[in-house]
């Protein structure tokens, strides 16, 4: 088992910046960040591999994000710059059944609880 606690949402401006962290409770394979926004099927936003060699984005936030890891303490974080009001949405970060990014959910077996991110125009 490893539980997954994300911390860092809140309220933004267009423009603005969040980090979002996500510690887990051992040391973890490859992770990811997903979001749903209401009305939506849950997305893929960003992947890192076990070492953190590896990314791999979604071309939305391409440019715009950046997903790191600290091994050493067990968390992964999503760097938000350039904030648009279409990135509003409950982010997951969760953790896959493989060592290497991967888009897909089904290969992700740890979900957080999720925690909203809201930016305003």
């Known amino acids: 088992q490893v539980q997954l606690v994300e911390s860092g949402g809140g309220l933004v401006q267009a423009g603005g910046s969040l980090r979002l962290s996500c510690a887990a409770s051992r040391r973890t394979a490859a992770m990811g960040w997903f979001r749903q926004a209401p009305g939506k099927e849950r997305e893929f936003v960003a992947a890192?591999?076990?070492?953190?060699?590896?990314?791999y984005y979604e071309d939305s936030v391409k440019g715009r994000f950046t997903i790191s890891r600290d091994n050493a303490k067990n968390t992964v974080y999503l760097q938000m710059n350039s904030l648009k009001p279409e990135d509003t949405a409950v982010y997951y970060c969760?953790?896959?059944?493989?060592?290497?990014?991967?888009?897909?959910?089904?290969?992700?077996?740890?979900w957080g609880q999720g925690l909203q991110v809201t930016v305003s125009s």
């Open positions: 969760a953790m896959a059944t493989i060592l290497v990014p991967t888009p897909t959910p089904e290969q992700y077996d740890y």
């Open positions: 890192i591999s076990w070492s953190g060699g590896r990314t």
